[in-house]
């Protein structure tokens, strides 16, 4: 569009962007429960640390238990989480290889999927299934509708095995979350290549952090810059009766459609 039909418009295109991503965020948002344990304070944290610091072979129970006999009452996991952020590892052995190392020396047989979601102009909501190999970051796009289902999930994967031939038999594990889409038949797709499914716990976004990471560079560089326009296709198709209505009307009894 020529420079000067610019004053044409009343907002700035981010001023655009930004009231549909606000459109977005008050359809999607639900209200949080505002429940869970209470804080813990620096003194108990300094006191977990310590205990582990001078019992090596104590695990996270055996710390619980002896807080719990000087009056503080703390969840295995608490102290479990307390220690990880510190940077002690499990009891005996609280040094070694960290989850991170593992996994980047296991990349070349891991595959991880998830799904992506788009929202269009008219608040239409897209799922993008895709599937990335952790060892180079490649990523597939497996397909794109409004309505997954775990018949068209399975068929995307079976798509996916005809798509990398050979390659198949390079991969050892696939990491997915507890998505009802993802059917029985789905897992028997990669079961058949020798590939074992892993599912990752519930609510639990660290374990497929390669797939989550993605979709939030996507969201950043890409999605949160455009706006999508994606018409209903049952709109469409009521379109063309009318139209041949129209035009049987407008010629006369010996008009017929073709």
């Known amino acids: 569009m020529p420079r000067t039909r610019w004053a044409t418009f009343l907002v700035a295109p981010a001023t655009l962007l930004r009231w549909h991503r606000n459109l977005i965020g008050r359809r999607w948002t639900y209200p949080r429960r505002r429940h869970g344990r209470p804080l813990v304070t620096a003194e108990v944290r300094q006191l977990v640390l310590r205990l582990a610091r001078d019992n090596p072979a104590w695990g996270c129970r055996r710390i619980q238990g002896e807080l719990t006999g000087l009056g503080y009452r703390l969840a295995a996991s608490t102290v479990w989480a307390i220690l990880t952020k510190a940077g002690a590892g499990p009891a005996p052995r609280r040094a070694g290889p960290t989850w991170t190392e593992f996994l980047t020396a296991q990349a070349k047989g891991i595959l ?14 897209v799922y993008v299934l895709f599937l990335m190999e952790i060892a180079n970051r490649r990523v597939h796009l497996l397909g794109a509708t409004t309505n997954p289902t775990g018949e068209w999930v399975a068929q995307q994967a079976r798509n996916l095995m005809l798509d990398l031939g050979e390659r198949a038999d390079r991969f050892r594990f696939l990491i997915r979350d507890r998505d009802a889409k993802y059917t029985a038949a789905f897992d028997t797709v990669f079961h058949a290549e020798g590939v074992e499914v892993l599912r990752a716990p519930p609510q639990a976004p660290r374990a497929n952090a390669f797939a989550e990471r993605w979709v939030r560079t996507v969201r950043r560089e890409c999605l949160d810059r455009i706006l999508i326009y994606n018409p209903p296709p049952a709109r469409r198709a009521r379109r063309v009766p009318r139209a041949l209505q129209r035009a049987s009307a407008t010629s006369g009894p010996q008009a017929t459609p073709t």
């Open 112 to 125: 991880s999927c998830d799904f992506l979601h788009v929202d269009t102009i008219g608040l239409a909501r």
